[in-house]
């Protein structure tokens, strides 16, 4: 039966008519407080689209969207956050992750709108009304981050314990130092843009932290077969992007690297990588020089069933990874633990074969289904100012090959040394060793049209050169080199005032007021190499497509316009090792799509 209460209750609400409100009428109006957490800002000009805020976000509130006028370049994925305030809990989680701080909450909480779509959209790109506000959360100041913004620090042999032979600086991460390392890892993956051979940079960090490098070296061949190499001497343009590096140390990718490989056992390799069993095709490819393009081109393709044979003119394997870059920065047994790997998957080099010289390029066409050339850039340029006829001025090229194939080395006892770049800081620094072995003392200067600001050199490579007791004055022209007779007295310069015109074209000028005179007894030019492409037979060249610099032209396979040859590396794209290994890789996708379709 029903009670009086329960007729009654429907009524009981009529009494809140007349009772006084316990709130505002509008609470809208209120201010908010200072730093409450209200609708996001971002400065779309600051923010990088590393995605970190979308990641870290629990409410998937966050999505990265293309955004008009802001495009894709290194460092950028030219996407941009966009909120969705249906999802948003207003933790400020995203804002506390920002790698470039770029993002903010404004104070601003109030917002009414009928069109539910209009509260998901991308701050910063769309115009709100809370842009300029001051006040509401940001980052909190002091160093405050939820990754570690310092770098692990990397051990180096002090100058006196290296400055006369030619053991490894480097001395590598030790396995708490990686894996702290790898903890600053946001995992944004805006690095692996960069790296031209678009290595999985964010995954072999991760099986760093997640203690598992055999899933490390796997990450790491999917791309790259020389990761010993690259773990040591790489270019490292990731880290140049690395967005933990906008507001603390990027990530120490390169070392990195070079743990995992460190740690891989080289008789485990095949086990690890699951490359006991390749199946042959029957098809055959010649490869035309053993640096980092032939030997990737020769790997990828050897994966793929391909039997490849690399014709190198030198006596051992390496190209300039060898016979260029000093055993102190990269060892010859890292180096040969990557070629070696590279030659248990059946690949054959054979030594001292020029092509061109010893086989025609024509007979290699003939005995091959397909061939890959690079061949690198190995002949020294001149500054062609008076006096470099003389004999005693070497190219750096020459000399540093020399070193490697023990020949007898010129090692004066004062050597200047005309170049700014890595290549002249190599040579300078294998010199200074040389002279201190020979001399116990250091005598060798190397002087660069660039000042101290725009050398080329890496700041790392300039540094340690003059810890080393080796001279570098930059800023000067080489005029002449002074001579009389057999003896070379020195290299006259002129103060070089700017080095490129306003279209970045080089065009150095000069203060002939300014000149300098640096004595030495040996000069050693180090301005750039060129290339020798006297293999391709002079008919041959004229129907091959060519660009004016004489170039050969290759398409996005790296295929030449001859069909059945594929070049990559410094005679195409250079500069560098993870550029040769890059095209090398592309070039044996390419070699496999020409040869399936054949
Ligand atoms: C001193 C020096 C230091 C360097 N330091 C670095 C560094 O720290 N990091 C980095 O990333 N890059 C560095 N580089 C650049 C890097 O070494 C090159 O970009 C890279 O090696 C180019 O690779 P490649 O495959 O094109 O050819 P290369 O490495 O030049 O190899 C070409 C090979 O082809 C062989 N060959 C040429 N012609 C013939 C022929 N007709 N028949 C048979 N064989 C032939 C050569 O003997 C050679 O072995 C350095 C270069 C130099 C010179
Ligand atoms: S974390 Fe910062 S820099 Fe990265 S996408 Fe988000 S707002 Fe942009
Ligand atoms: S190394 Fe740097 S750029 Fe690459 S994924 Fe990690 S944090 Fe991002």
């Not at 042959?280 to 069933?305: E, N, Q």
């Not at 004055?473 to 015109?501: A, N, Q, R, Y």
């Not at 040996?522 to 060129?530: A, D, L, P, R």
Request: proline share 5%; charged share 30%.
């Amino acid at each position: 039966m029903a009670k009086l209460n329960d007729i009654l209750s429907p009524f009981t609400a009529w009494k809140h008519v007349v009772r006084e409100p316990v709130t505002i009428k509008d609470p809208l109006n209120r201010e908010a407080a200072d730093r409450y957490r209200g609708f996001h800002k971002n400065d779309i000009s600051e923010c990088i689209g590393c995605g970190t805020c979308e990641s870290i976000c629990q409410n998937a509130a966050i999505d990265l969207v293309p955004v008009e006028g802001v495009d894709t370049k290194d460092g950028d994925s030219g996407l941009r956050p966009r909120v969705d305030y249906g999802r948003c809990c207003w933790c400020g989680l995203c804002v506390d992750v920002c790698t470039t701080n770029s993002l903010s909450l404004s104070n601003e909480y109030t917002w009414v709108d009928e069109d539910p779509d209009s509260f998901r959209f991308v701050p910063g790109a769309e115009n709100k009304s809370w842009d300029n506000r001051e006040k509401g959360y940001k980052k909190p100041g002091n160093g405050y981050e939820l990754y570690n913004p310092k770098r692990e620090a990397m051990e180096e042999l002090e100058p006196e314990k290296r400055d006369q032979s030619f053991i490894e600086i480097v001395q590598g991460y030790s396995k708490e130092q990686a894996e702290q390392e790898a903890d600053r890892c946001v995992e944004c993956g805006i690095c692996v843009a960069t790296c031209p051979a678009h290595m999985g940079i964010p995954e072999y960090i991760k099986a760093i932290r997640n203690d598992d490098l055999n899933e490390g070296l796997r990450v790491l061949y999917d791309t790259n077969p020389l990761p010993e190499i690259c773990g040591r001497i790489c270019t490292h343009k990731c880290e140049t992007v690395c967005s933990v590096g906008h507001h603390g140390d990027p990530l120490s990718i390169r070392w990195l690297k070079r743990y995992i490989a460190d740690q891989n056992p080289a008789e485990e390799y095949k086990k690890i990588l699951n490359t006991e069993n390749l199946q042959p095709t029957g098809k055959k490819v010649a490869i035309i020089g053993s640096g980092p393009s032939g030997l990737s081109a020769a790997h990828y393709l050897a994966l793929m069933g391909y039997q490849c044979t690399i014709y190198e003119k030198l006596p051992a394997a390496g190209g300039m990874m060898r016979f260029g870059i000093p055993e102190y920065r990269l060892p010859y047994e890292q180096l040969d633990k990557d070629i070696n790997y590279i030659l248990s998957l059946g690949v054959e080099i054979k030594y001292n074969v020029t092509i061109g010289k010893d086989i025609t390029l024509e007979e290699l066409h003939n005995q091959y289904d397909a061939v890959f050339s690079g061949t690198g850039l190995h002949m020294g340029r001149s500054t062609r100012v008076p006096g470099t006829d003389h004999p005693k001025v070497y190219q750096a090229v020459d000399l540093l090959r020399d070193i490697v194939l023990g020949k007898e080395v010129p090692v004066e006892e004062n050597i200047v040394v005309i170049g700014g770049g890595n290549v002249a800081m190599d040579i300078t620094r294998s010199l200074a060793r040389l002279q201190k072995q020979k001399y116990g003392k250091v005598g060798v200067l190397a002087t660069s049209l660039e000042s101290e600001d725009i050398m080329p050199a890496d700041r790392e490579e300039v540094i340690e050169a003059r810890e080393e007791n080796a001279v570098i004055d930059p800023g000067w022209g080489p005029v002449e080199i002074e001579t009389e007779g057999d003896k070379l007295k020195g290299l006259h310069v002129v103060k070089c005032v700017s080095v490129f015109d306003e279209n970045r074209r080089f065009a150095p000028k000069f203060d002939e007021e300014q000149k300098k005179f640096f004595p030495a007894d040996m000069v050693v030019e180090s301005i750039g190499q060129g290339m020798d492409l006297s293999y391709l037979p002079e008919a041959f060249k004229e129907q091959l497509d060519m660009d004016q610099r004489g170039r050969i032209l290759v398409n996005d396979d790296f295929q030449t316009s001859a069909g059945w040859l594929f070049a990559g590396g410094d005679i195409i794209q250079g500069p560098d090792v993870i550029h040769g290994i890059a095209n090398g890789h592309k070039a044996a996708m390419g070699i496999d799509k020409y040869l399936s379709e054949k």
